[in-house]
């Protein structure tokens, strides 16, 4: 086949993002960020006024939510964030969401896709992936750099509080768990910059395409 799927998964602040935008560049592929799905229906949730833990809502709401509705400003930050990952432990939350996530990716060409499932549960036969990860510390640095950016003081110790806290809630949930697939190649971002995390994974893909 010619067709170049290519999973990144990893954890909440990990750089995964940030390294499927480029792979998508390089490769000319259309490129899906998955957790902004989760971060809709949460965003949804919240609209409509419901508990999060409301697992009846959510399936409700996820058979029939508008995609094009939501600006992204309103899906980004940790708390929205953390209220995505309470829905995306909901089996009826994942199950709503698979198709989409699965007609995406059989685009012909190819695609890249970033999550936590990818490589396991939405594309398991994808031929390159990637698990994107680093110390909760490093990530927390960065993501607490990011927001000392963009002018907003957090406290590094929340931020790591945050990041612990969602590792544990994706990590521990019995429904597609944040994990590696078993061909999965790790990437350790730790001590590495953006653009040799680019590099690696380019080199990685071109190992298996
Ligand atoms: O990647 P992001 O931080 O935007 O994801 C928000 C939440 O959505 C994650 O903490 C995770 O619980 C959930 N998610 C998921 N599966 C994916 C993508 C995101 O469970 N493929």
């Known amino acids: 086949t010619g067709d170049l799927v290519i999973a990144v998964d990893g954890p909440a602040a990990s750089g995964k993002g940030t390294l499927a935008k480029r792979l998508a560049a390089h490769y000319g592929l259309p490129c899906l960020d998955t957790g902004l799905l989760y971060r809709m229906v949460a965003r949804a949730m919240l609209d409509a006024g419901h508990d999060i833990h409301d697992a009846a809502a959510a399936e409700h709401l996820v058979g029939s939510f508008d995609e094009t509705g939501f600006p992204e400003e309103r899906l980004r930050g940790g708390e929205i ?47 390159a992936k990637l698990f994107v990860t680093a110390t909760p510390e490093v990530r927390a640095a960065r993501r607490h750099k990011e927001l000392l950016g963009r002018g907003e003081d957090v406290a590094f110790e929340s931020i790591l509080a945050d990041i612990r806290r969602r590792d544990a809630r994706d990590s521990g949930r019995s429904d597609a768990p944040l994990k590696a697939a078993e061909d999965a190649v790790i990437l350790d971002t730790s001590a590495l910059t953006v653009e040799e995390v680019v590099a690696a994974a380019i080199g990685i893909v071109e190992r298996r395409r």
């Open 81 to 127: 964030g953390e209220a995505a990952s309470v829905v995306a432990a909901m089996p009826a939350v994942r199950a709503g969401l698979l198709a989409r996530q699965r007609r995406f990716a059989a685009q012909p060409g190819g695609a890249v896709l970033d999550g936590r499932d990818i490589g396991t549960v939405i594309c398991p036969d994808a031929p």
